[in-house]
Structure formats: structure tokens, C-alpha cells
């Protein structure tokens, strides 16, 4: 039983008068790539958004590295050593490739060198310079991915990295997502094409309506295949 | 269910009694200012509370309005009648202009916009020779309205006609908010690109309700000036065009009654604090202040949300 | 051509004020009216601190931003901040009313008359075309001095990234481990500290009294729709090219030099109504 890195219990979230997430509970385990499934409205990005401590309120417990951080603002949680990777990606206009890369700042030792992580994207080296707005989407994803590898964080959050780009540039995210997953860290990945996901996750979790209502080891995915297209509702 | 709850027209009733009696009880010069400046404020509602706009420049019809009338009665010598007009269409004339200009800007721009215009006039005020400049104009005469029926020279009487015209401001705001126009401005105000969509030129309706604001606003500066018979520079400053939003707020924004309550209440408090001087704008900051971190509904406002949780089912 | 040159000084404070209001905007959303007030206080602690504490211009001009900046972070923390919430109209009306307080109490102390404040450079310096007194030619060049060092703070420097970044979305940036809040607290009181600073190096030029502030607030604020938000470079430019304006007008029709720049406002909003530099918001 790897030991357990993040560990989430109950957790209810509302985006003000609406009740979004009503008991959400899994678990991570040091190193593991566990995804969460689900069709659109489920929850996924409210869970991910809660765990950072983005979200306006919320209770329950979650616990990082055996800590409580369901009370605490998002940048005493950054620091603790999670990151987020946003659906929207968010990088920022007013900053160029390079400023973007260095602005999350280091919150613990042990995160890649920046030229290290110019060696795993070589095309964001080359347009360091380049506001960072101006590039693709697919260079866009992975200076947001990028960016959170330099902060030291060990557990990384990532919504949607493949969401609306080209197959070629999916391939890649994947090859890199298995990389730092070798590199030993552990994700919690969103994703609606569950192909993609299954090409990387050691599990799933399936949500639906704000829960967590199922479980399923990358192994049993073959024969839990047409459970699993009845959740997504492919 | 219809409307308007019975305790609103007995408001009203006791109000208007109130009014009628009001200049035996209390000195009539003070009942019009106020009265005045009670207009002047429900006129800067109409465009705050209603069309969401907030217009930091109010002063400038408000003043202009009064230099016309002084002009139109004192220089060219014609009846408070039409100087009251002048009054009006002058102010809505630059309504027109700097509203024009001003819509381009959204929020917190626009209402830079208005106070810079304002600004731009006060500075225009104090150079053109047919303001007065610095002395401003000094002894405007009190001529008897319609043609002699009513000798305004009379305190008391004069009181009658600036409550009939502030009644008339005040009835038509209350048109215009009920009116299909006003539910567009309410429509445009909470969601602007909602209304848009469903084809409705905001523009225009904001630039309309901005006219009809600098219009009564103008309305209110005429009549003052008939009141007081002068007309100066603080009428067009920039302190004017704050305390003006200051008796809104204090009455509460959105409520058609509250500025009328927050003008009483700031015209009293500036003449009891008359002695004190230039402490009278620390305690108008003050009040500002304690208004926008705690009471922001103002008075009224205050008074209608508590009435309101009162009567809800437990 | 004198005039022009004048002109220019005039444009240094236009410049360094409006920066700091559109620095101030950007990260708080917040039209900080009490600028002017912050200004004037700016001079008033050089002229306390040389009448009671002896204490010379050049110590001024760095003492006072300390604590008028000091100050600025106090309103911050104890008003500013809890009001973000609501609508933009709210700040403005908060630092309007602070403005108010603030500017009546030194009225009401020391009443609305000015006291002078000696020029700590004496004399003239021949530019060919005129001869200038040196102080306002230092007041040119040190307020260019400051001005484009803020921006190369801005613009050019780790912790600019991060103003920059939270301006554009506090939520992400905060997220990456950065105490927003306390970014926006520190860029209130840097604001507040330019806006203190440009007054200490007003002093020897006007006089120093308790309504300096709000008549000059109410010209920048049309130099800030003018220029337009977004960009700091643009309010440096703006700000000396409409003084630059004003000087020019002094020579071809006096009469209007207080007013050109709310015509040049005018004429911008017909024509871009978003602003020289700015982007529609």
C-alpha cells in the first residue's frame, strides 16, 4: 500500500448559493497518477479547485501529507507543495515565456532547474523571449505545465492538459505526463477523453453529481469498459 | 398582488401634510433650500440608483442652471418663469454634450469623466464675465410669478411654489422609474449585455436618463437661485457635486425617498455646523466613510431592509 | 519657449501622480481620490519636519514617502481591503470621503492660506533657449528619474512580474504560493509614497497648503482618461506631453491653459474613447 500522499473526506464545496460538490472522497498515494473521470458538470474542476483552495467555501477534510488544508487560503496550500495547472491555463499576457516559467515561486527544494525544464520543452526555450499569450495553444499547455515543475511541488493538479488540441500535441503531453510521473511525481489529472487518460493513470475515479461513485484500477479497465462509457455517456 | 404596501401611502399622506404645515413651524428660507437640494439629490439618484451610473459632476447643471436664471431674470430682465426654463433646458443642453462623451466610458471612467467636465466648467466660471466670477451674481430680484398672481417676495408664499415644483421633480422621477423607459434603465443597469442582446440601444437610454437627470438637476439650481438670489462659484464646485452624492447616500441610493431624507439631514447638519468651519468637511468624510463600510443602503435603505425582515415569515 | 519649458514642470507632476493612480488602479481596482490629499501631506511633513526638526529637503524626500506611504498602507489594511468585494464606485467613494477628512483637518489646523517652503537649489541654469531656475530643472529630471525607474520596476524586475501577474488574475497568482494580499497592500503604499513624493518635490515651487492636492487630483484625473490605463509608459508620456500642452497654450491664449486639458479630453473620448495608451476595459 503506497503511503498516502493527499487524502480527501466529505468534501463539500458551493460557489455561493450553489451546493457543487456533496461528499467527494479518494485518495492519493506517493507517485500514484490517479485521474478523475466524469462527465461535464460532475464536479472535477470544483474537486481540484477545492483541493487548492480556490474555491469560496467549503468543508470536510482534506489532508496533504497528513496535515488538515480544507480551512487554509491557496497560498499557504501552494506552499505546503501542491500546484495548479487550470483548465483555461492562465498564462499571462503581461509576461513573457521566461517570466511566466520563474514566477511560481519555489516552495520547496527538489523542483526541476529551469534548464531542465527547457530540455523537456525545447520550443518554449526558443520563444522565451515571446509574450506569453502570443503562443499556440498546445505551447501555451506546456509552459502551464511547465511553470508548476519548477516550484518543487510533489503533488501537481492538472485540469484538462489536452482539452482542444491537435492528436500530435496530445501524444507528446502524455510522453511528458510519464515522465514526471517517473521523475516521481505524483498528479491528480482531469480529463474528459478518457482515452488519454488511460494511457497514464494508475486509477480512476468516476464522479457524478458532486461524488465520487466509482473506482477503477488501470488493470480492470478492459473489462469495466462499458460501466465506464455508461458514466462518461460516450 | 398590487403594489405599493399601505404603509408607503400613509407615508406619503403624513409627508404631505407635514409639507403643507411645515412653514409655520419651521423658517420657510431653510425649507427651500432644502427642498432644493432635496430635488438636486433625487435628481443624481435618478441616474445612480436606477441607470447605474454615477456621475461625479452633478454641480455643473446644478450651477449652471442658477447662473442662467440669475441671467435670464437679473440681466435680460424677464420673468422668474422663464428664467426657470433657461434654467432647465440649459442644463439639459449640457446633459447633452457632456453625456455624449462621457457614455463612451464605463463605471468608475465615467465618472471621472463627469467630475473632469465639471471641473472643466468651474474653471470656465470663474474666467467668463457673465457669471461674475469670483463675486458671482449678487442680488437677484424676487419678481412675482405669473405675470404679478403671485408675489413671491413673501417667504411664506414662495414656499408653496418651490414645493409645487419640487413635488412636480419628484412625481416625475417617480414617472419615469415606473414607466417602461425606467424598467429598460433597470434592465440595462443590472445587465448590460443582456439588454444589448435583446436589442435594446443602451446608449441611448443612458444618455436619455442623463439628460432628464441634468434637467432636474437644473430645475433644482434655477429654482435655488430664486430662492436665495445669487448664484456663485461653489454652486458649480466640485464640493457641491460631492455633497450632492453625499445626501444620496446617506438617504440610500436606489430608494426614491432617500435622498430626499439624506438632503434634510445634510442641509440641517451644515447649518448647525456653520460655526465650525472647515471641520464640516471632516465630518462629511467621516460620514462617507462610515456610510460605505457599514451602512451602505443609507438610511432609508437601512430602515426599508429592516422593515422588510420584520414582516417575513420566521 | 520659456513657458513651454515651465510646462514641463507642471507635466512632472502630472506624470508622477497619474502613474501612481494607474499603478493603484491596476491592482486594486480602486480610483484612489485621496491621491491629492496624499500629496499635499507629502509636502506638509517636509514643512513640519524643517520648522520643527530641522530636517533639510534631501532627508525630506525620502522620510516623507516613508511615512505618508506608511500611512497609506494602514488605510489599506484597516478599509481598503474590505470593501474589494463590492462595486468600484464604493472605493472611490471610500477615498473621497478619506480625502475629505483628511483635507479638513489640515484646513481646519492650519487653515487654506499656503506657507512657503525655501528651494534647496538656488539660481539658474542657461538650456541656450532660456534660462531655467535649477530647482525646477532638478524637479524635471528627478521626476523622469523616478518615473522610469518605475517602470523599469515594473516592467523589468522579479517582483514587477508578480504586480503585473496579479493584476491580470490574483486568484492564479495567489494559488502559486504568493501573498497577493499583501502585494496589493505594499503596491497601495508604494502608490501612495509616489504620490507623497512628488509633493515634497512640489513644496519649493507652490506653496504648501492644505488645497493643493485636491485642485491638482482633479486635472490628473483627466489626464489619466487620457492616457488611458493600461500602460505605464503611457501615463509617464501623457503626463509631461500635457503639460508640455498646458505650456504651449499659456503662450498662444493664456485664457484656456487651465482648461485645455479637459478639451484634450474631450476631443480623446470622440475619438479613442478607450485612451491614448489604453486598452478598452
Redesign the interface.
Given at each position: 500500500m503506497p503511503d498516502m500522499l493527499l487524502k480527501v473526506e466529505g468534501l463539500q464545496a458551493w460557489y455561493g448559493e450553489s451546493h457543487i460538490l456533496h461528499g467527494v472522497s479518494f485518495d492519493i498515494g506517493r507517485g500514484e497518477l490517479v485521474t478523475l473521470l466524469g462527465r461535464n458538470g460532475a464536479g472535477k474542476t470544483t474537486t481540484l479547485k477545492s483541493i487548492?483552495?480556490?474555491v469560496g467555501k467549503r468543508s470536510g477534510s482534506v489532508r496533504f501529507e497528513d496535515g488538515e488544508t480544507v480551512g487554509k487560503?491557496?497560498?499557504v496550500?501552494?506552499?505546503l507543495g501542491l500546484?495548479?495547472c487550470?483548465e483555461e491555463r492562465?498564462i499571462?499576457?503581461?509576461?513573457n515565456v521566461e517570466?511566466n516559467l520563474?514566477?511560481?515561486?519555489v516552495?520547496k527544494p527538489g523542483g526541476m532547474s529551469l534548464a531542465e525544464i527547457y530540455q523537456l520543452f525545447p520550443n518554449l526555450q526558443e520563444r522565451r523571449r515571446s509574450q506569453g499569450t502570443k503562443l499556440s495553444g498546445g505551447e501555451q499547455q506546456m509552459l502551464a505545465i511547465g511553470r508548476?515543475l519548477r516550484?518543487g511541488a510533489t503533488l501537481l493538479l492538472l485540469d484538462e492538459p489536452t482539452e482542444g488540441l491537435a492528436p500530435v500535441i496530445v501524444q507528446r503531453i502524455g510522453e511528458i505526463i510519464r515522465q514526471l510521473k517517473a521523475r516521481g511525481f505524483t498528479i491528480l489529472l482531469v480529463e474528459q477523453n478518457f482515452h488519454f487518460a488511460a494511457t497514464v493513470a494508475d486509477r480512476h475515479y468516476v464522479m457524478e453529481d458532486g461524488r465520487v461513485v466509482d473506482m477503477i484500477a488501470a488493470d480492470d479497465v478492459q473489462q469495466s469498459i462499458g460501466k465506464l462509457q455508461g458514466y462518461l455517456g460516450v | 398582488m398590487n403594489g405599493r404596501p399601505l404603509g408607503v401611502f400613509v407615508g406619503y399622506g403624513l409627508a404631505l401634510v407635514a409639507a403643507l404645515i411645515a412653514p409655520w413651524v419651521a423658517y420657510p428660507v431653510f425649507l427651500m433650500t432644502a427642498l432644493c437640494f432635496a430635488l438636486f439629490a433625487c435628481a443624481f439618484n435618478l441616474l445612480l440608483g436606477y441607470a447605474g451610473l454615477m456621475s461625479f459632476g452633478h454641480a455643473m447643471f446644478f450651477g449652471m442652471a442658477g447662473y442662467f436664471f440669475g441671467h435670464v431674470v437679473k440681466v435680460w430682465n424677464m420673468p422668474p418663469e422663464v428664467g426657470l426654463v433657461a434654467g432647465v433646458a440649459g442644463a439639459a443642453l449640457i446633459g447633452l454634450v457632456t453625456g455624449a462623451l462621457a457614455i463612451r466610458r464605463q463605471g468608475i471612467y465615467f465618472a471621472m469623466i463627469t467630475l473632469a467636465f465639471a471641473q472643466m466648467i468651474y474653471f470656465l466660471c470663474v474666467q467668463l464675465p457673465f457669471t461674475g466670477g469670483e463675486d458671482g451674481l449678487q442680488g437677484i430680484a424676487r419678481k412675482p410669478l405669473l405675470g404679478g398672481l403671485i408675489p413671491t417676495k413673501d417667504d411664506r408664499v414662495l414656499y408653496y411654489v418651490v414645493l409645487a415644483i419640487f413635488v412636480f421633480g419628484y412625481a416625475s422621477i417617480h414617472r419615469i422609474i415606473h414607466s417602461p423607459f425606467g424598467q429598460v434603465l433597470k434592465a440595462i443597469r443590472d445587465n448590460e449585455q443582456r439588454a444589448l442582446s435583446l436589442g435594446y440601444e443602451a446608449d441611448r437610454y443612458k444618455l436619455l436618463a442623463f439628460v432628464l437627470s441634468a434637467a432636474l438637476a437644473g430645475l433644482a439650481g434655477a429654482t435655488k437661485a430664486m430662492v436665495l438670489q445669487f448664484a456663485t462659484l461653489t454652486d458649480v464646485s466640485a464640493a457641491m457635486s460631492g455633497e450632492v452624492v453625499l445626501m444620496a447616500l446617506v438617504g440610500g441610493l436606489g430608494t426614491i425617498a432617500g435622498p430626499v431624507v439624506g438632503a434634510f439631514i445634510i442641509v440641517t447638519m451644515q447649518n448647525y455646523l456653520a460655526s465650525f468651519g472647515e471641520f464640516v468637511l471632516v465630518i462629511q468624510g467621516a460620514i462617507f466613510v462610515v456610510i460605505v463600510m457599514a451602512f451602505r443602503k443609507g438610511l432609508v435603505g437601512e430602515i426599508a431592509e429592516w422593515w422588510k425582515a420584520r414582516r417575513r415569515p420566521a | 519657449m520659456a513657458q513651454v519649458a515651465l510646462g514641463l514642470v507642471n507635466g512632472a507632476f502630472y506624470a508622477m501622480l497619474s502613474l501612481g493612480l494607474a499603478v493603484i488602479f491596476g491592482m486594486l481596482n480602486v480610483i484612489n481620490f485621496t491621491h491629492g490629499a496624499q500629496f499635499m501631506m507629502g509636502a506638509f511633513a517636509a514643512w513640519l519636519m524643517l520648522g520643527l526638526l530641522d530636517v533639510p529637503f534631501w532627508a525630506a524626500l525620502v522620510l516623507s514617502p516613508l511615512i505618508v506611504g506608511l500611512f497609506g498602507v494602514v488605510i489599506e489594511r484597516l478599509m481598503l481591503k474590505r470593501i474589494y468585494h463590492l462595486d468600484h464606485l464604493y472605493g472611490f467613494l471610500l477615498t473621497f470621503g478619506l480625502a475629505l477628512i483628511i483635507e479638513g483637518l489640515f484646513q481646519w489646523k492650519w487653515g487654506s492660506g499656503g506657507a512657503p517652503y525655501p528651494a534647496p537649489i538656488r539660481g539658474g541654469t542657461d538650456l541656450g533657449f532660456m534660462v531655467m531656475p535649477t530647482y525646477r530643472l532638478f524637479v524635471v529630471v528627478a521626476a523622469l528619474v523616478v518615473c522610469l525607474a518605475t517602470w523599469y520596476a515594473i516592467e523589468r524586475t522579479r517582483l514587477g512580474a508578480y504586480l503585473r501577474a496579479a493584476t491580470e488574475n490574483p486568484t492564479l497568482v495567489r494559488a502559486f504560493g504568493i501573498n497577493v494580499p499583501r502585494l496589493i497592500t505594499l503596491t497601495y503604499g508604494l502608490g501612495v509614497g509616489l504620490a507623497a513624493l512628488a509633493g515634497v518635490l512640489a513644496a519649493p515651487v507652490q506653496q504648501v497648503s492644505a488645497l493643493m492636492g485636491t485642485n491638482l487630483v482633479l486635472v490628473v484625473f483627466a489626464v489619466v482618461v487620457i492616457g488611458g490605463m493600461g500602460s505605464i509608459m503611457g501615463s509617464i508620456v501623457t503626463g509631461f506631453g500635457l503639460g508640455l500642452v498646458e505650456g504651449l497654450t499659456k503662450v498662444v491664449y493664456p485664457p484656456a491653459s487651465n482648461t485645455v486639458i479637459f478639451v484634450v479630453m474631450a476631443l480623446v473620448l470622440l475619438v479613442k474613447p478607450a485612451g491614448l495608451f489604453g486598452q478598452s476595459r
Open positions: 487548492m483552495g480556490i487560503p491557496s497560498d496550500i501552494a506552499r500546484a495548479y487550470p492562465g499571462f499576457a503581461s509576461l517570466e520563474m514566477l511560481p515561486p516552495v508548476i516550484t | - | -
